[in-house]
T-cell receptor
Framework: AQKITQTQPGMFVQEKEAVTLDCTYD???????LFWYKQPSSGEMIFLIY??????QNATEGRYSLNFQKARKSANLVISASQLGDSAMYFC???????????????FGSGTRLSIRP | EPEVTQTPSHQVTQMGQEVILRCVPI?????FYWYRQILGQKVEFLVS????????KSEIFDDQFSVERPDGSNFTLKIRSTKLEDSAMYFC????????????FGPGTRLTVL
């Protein structure tokens, strides 16, 4: 079974609009972390935002916020006031296990390609 | 801002040759990782490394792969005898142990096996 599901292979959004990228996850571990990474066409993987499973507040980083709904096992990324430079592939990812455990691999979703129209 | 660096950015090799991909993790980080991304596919975990030994590895990380931290700054991935299907982008990542488990990725090395 897929651990991380991103159901939107591609999205087109008008510049300056807000956009929500969907992510659902599956885990039986009570302790986990959720990440969003951005991959521009140049190929690098840029960390955007992190949400821990025990965090009470939704994470925010500038124009990025994570809409964390634990009961629904969803961790959607919201980008406010989109810019042309936001055009990229976006990956949702999860790390299972306690923060200080030795097992710390990240599992990635298949990604959503976001295109911002001027 | 500190960052993970990787060299080379692009490596072309013949099938059967050995390649070594190099990474310099962020200096105060203690966990190191290798991931790969075959063109158009998901990013896949290969191996994690802590305290000079492998912590975890995936089924992809077979006997053809090895990792090493030869000195205090470098972290390498060696593929002994490359196959066509090893062609991919290889990402190194590192994380700080205590305060957060965010993994910061390097820019990647694109490996092309001919």
């Amino acid at each position: 079974a897929q651990k991380i599901t991103q159901t939107q292979p591609g999205m087109f959004v008008q510049e300056k609009e807000a956009v929500t990228l969907d992510c659902t996850y599956d885990t039986s571990d009570p302790s986990y972390g959720l990440f969003w990474y951005k991959q521009p066409s140049s190929g690098e993987m840029i960390f955007l935002i992190y949400q821990g499973s025990y965090d009470q507040q939704n994470a925010t980083e500038g124009r990025y916020s994570l809409n964390f709904q634990k009961a629904r096992k969803s961790a959607n990324l919201v980008i406010s006031a989109s810019q042309l430079g936001d055009s990229a592939m976006y990956f949702c990812a999860m790390r299972e296990g306690a923060l200080y455990s030795s097992a710390s691999k990240i599992i990635f979703g298949s990604g959503t390609r976001l295109s911002i129209r001027p | 801002e500190p960052e993970v660096t990787q060299t080379p950015s692009h490596q072309v090799t013949q099938m059967g040759q050995e390649v070594i991909l190099r990474c310099v993790p962020i200096s105060n980080h203690l966990y190191f990782y290798w991931y790969r991304q075959i063109l158009g596919q998901k990013v896949e975990f290969l191996v994690s490394f802590y305290n000079n030994e492998i912590s975890e590895k995936s089924e992809i990380f077979d006997d053809q792969f090895s990792v090493e931290r030869p000195d205090g700054s470098n972290f390498t991935l060696k593929i002994r005898s490359t196959k066509l299907e090893d062609s991919a982008m290889y990402f190194c990542a590192s994380s700080e142990l205590l305060s957060t488990d965010t993994q910061y990725f390097g820019p990647g090395t694109r490996l092309t096996v001919l």
